[in-house]
């Protein structure tokens, strides 16, 4: 994968850099918070080479998987880092997607930084178990500090990512959660003391996750409120001093405790749920987390999970049920690659397989398991059971991280050496019920079997009795036709978004040039989707960037549904007024799944075509 263009490709289909408001990425997925998310054209987004899936979904979340890194770098770099705090989204969010945004941007870049130590931990936690490390010398002393230090100083870390998504002076912001933590502060606490004859509670604020977003967004609103009013001789210290001087004292006699008691509730409600449900509550929830994952929910259960490392020491439900799931997700994998005729859905369903296996799951997920009933179900299936042996032996987790082979080590326990003897009993269990159930289950469909292996003698064969014409293919515009290759736009010169033709038009109306069905219309009007009678699932874009113009000179005479005939007017746009706006306004005719379809050029590259003129020649291959 060139990452560069891929960045570049996905840059263009996103509406460019103006429209991006934040940037960050996950271990799979690029996420993008956008000004204006209607620009975005989502069709070509998810064939961008290198793009497994795009998840619309309060932010917009492109699916790259193991390579993600290397694909947001380079978004990174075309984006330029000022971007990131120079925009606000434009469209209107519901509350519950607002805050959703605003717990995924707080807690998804603090993983990292929790599972290195959390892993590292639970690794001499083992060595130690199998007594291949003393815990009372200085090096294991050491490095089990290391480990710790993410955890103990979290309330920093989420003020800095509480800031960084608030836009408020990050490193004042941090200095005013320090203050929490200083060690001659919580002596004062835990002696007892009193603001203005008002008692504050003894609080260890160590560790602890939400007095510390409390303390963040109570300090953004005095900072924005005292700059209002500073003098901008002495802003540089003032603010700074008097918003800190409120934040502090407030913080300590209410937003801590507030924050504190959340915490402890929530950890609270979940041990009560655990302990009413057992080990259904663990089933189900692997159960249903391929759901949850492909929806992005599975991201607001981390606060719960970091309030529970902070509370009780380890995890009893989210990480214990996700070890079921993962495996799951990689024995379904396998058995598609032992199972399917298919040579790239084998490539695919291999490399998903052994991601999941290590805790990847987005690649399985969307490549394998989410778009194959039979094969889903069989993970659901091998995660229920999976996660009924997990909860039925109370397996706990001790690291915030993807549980899978390699991190398998975060079930080591302190005072249960079964509990990690247990998770590894869960995993051939979880693995083998799902690889099973594909194998019973799931049957190839004749359109899976397409790209099958070349030597086999039914590829493209057609089942006797079974007849299958060719149809025309003709000029969507009035214009000369070019090659797909030669068009100035990478997406679709490289045939990312599929195989087709392009007309330089000379005339502004866009017929259609077979008969069909209007599947959808872009509201800028620039493009049109439409599947064929013959199944041919086709998409016209006119023009280059045109999606800037944001409806303006085009006319859509159809709708969704509409039944059309070969030469109906699809939209009308003022091709005078676009080239002059600056816009390249050639006309691209994409066949999305041409992997189906047979296509015999017919026009001459370079000719002049008439609307009734055919362009080629479209067969169904089975």
């Known amino acids: 994968m060139n990452y560069k263009i891929t960045a570049d490709n996905i840059l263009q289909c996103v509406g460019g850099k103006e429209n991006i408001a934040h940037l ?81 941007s707080i807690f998804q870049p603090l993983v990292p930084a929790i599972a290195g130590g959390g892993v590292l931990k639970s690794i001499l936690m083992l060595l130690a178990v199998l007594g291949l490390a003393d815990k009372n010398s200085n090096t294991f002393q050491v490095l089990d500090l290391v480990g710790t230090a993410p955890l103990y100083f979290l309330p920093l870390l989420v003020a800095a990512t509480t800031a960084t998504k608030l836009k408020v002076n990050m490193l004042v912001a941090i200095s005013t959660v320090s203050a929490l933590l200083l060690p001659n502060m919580s002596q004062l606490l835990s002696s007892g003391i009193t603001l203005g004859h008002l008692p504050v509670q003894p609080i260890a604020y160590a560790s602890q996750v939400f007095p510390a977003i409390l303390c963040v967004l109570f300090y953004a609103l005095i900072e924005k409120r005292i700059t209002q009013y500073s003098p901008k001789a002495i802003r540089i210290f003032f603010v700074p001093m008097v918003s800190m001087a409120i934040t502090v004292p407030v913080t300590l006699l209410l937003l801590g405790p507030i924050g504190y008691y959340a915490g402890e509730l929530m950890a609270t409600v979940i041990l009560f749920l655990f302990a009413k449900l057992g080990f259904v509550a663990t089933a189900l929830l692997a159960a249903i987390l391929p759901f949850m994952i492909a929806a992005g929910m599975h991201k607001a259960l981390i606060p719960y999970a970091v309030a529970s490392f902070t509370q009780i020491g380890k995890e009893l439900l989210y990480l214990p049920a996700s070890l079921a799931h993962n495996i799951s997700q990689s024995g379904a994998s396998f058995a598609v690659a032992l199972k399917t005729q298919d040579s790239a859905l084998r490539s695919t369903a291999i490399s998903a397989g052994i991601s999941a296996f290590f805790g990847i799951t987005e690649p399985a997920i969307y490549g394998v398991t989410l778009i194959r009933k039979q094969v889903l179900y069989s993970v659901m299936l091998g995660g229920a059971v999976g996660g009924a042996f997990i909860g039925f032996t ?155 113009l944001e409806g303006k000179f085009f006319s859509v005479k159809v709708k969704p549904g509409d039944e059309v005939n070969a030469g109906d007017e699809l939209i009308r746009f003022d091709l005078e007024a676009i080239v002059k706006a600056g816009y390249d306004p050639t006309v691209m005719a994409i066949v999305a799944n041409y992997e189906h379809f047979q296509i015999e050029p017919v026009a001459v590259q370079k000719q002049a075509v008439d609307k009734n003129q055919t362009l080629f020649m479209i067969e169904e291959l089975v």
């Open 24 to 104: 960050a990425h996950c271990s799979t997925r690029v996420r993008l918070s956008l000004v204006d998310d209607d620009i975005v054209d989502y069709e070509a987004l998810g064939h961008v080479d290198g793009v497994i899936g795009v998840r619309r979904n309060v932010q917009c979340q492109i699916i790259i998987g193991n390579e993600v890194v290397e694909v947001y770098e380079a978004l990174a770099e075309l984006v330029g880092i000022d971007v990131q705090s120079t925009h606000q989204p434009k469209s209107k969010q519901s509350w519950g997607a607002f805050i959703l945004d605003f717990v995924i």
């Open 394 to 548: 109370a397996i706990e987790a001790f690291a915030l991280v993807g549980p899978g082979i390699a991190s398998i080590t975060m079930f080591t326990s302190p005072d249960n050496a079964m509990n990690l003897v247990y998770a590894l009993i869960a995993i051939p269990i979880s693995f083998f019920t799902a690889f099973a159930g594909v194998l019973i289950m799931w049957r190839e469909s004749s359109g899976e079997a397409e790209n099958q292996d070349p030597n086999s003698k039914s590829t493209h064969a057609t089942p006797a009795g079974t007849e299958h014409h060719a149809y025309s293919f003709c000029a969507p515009v009035i214009g000369k036709v070019i090659p797909l290759e030669d068009v100035k736009d990478e997406v679709f010169a490289s045939k990312m978004v599929g195989d087709g033709i392009a007309v330089i038009p000379t005339e502004g109306v866009l017929y259609a040039p077979i008969d069909g069905e209007i599947s959808s219309v872009y509201e800028t009007g620039h493009a049109i989707n439409m599947m064929s009678a013959n199944g041919a699932e086709l998409l016209f874009h006119i023009g280059i960037n045109t999606v800037e």
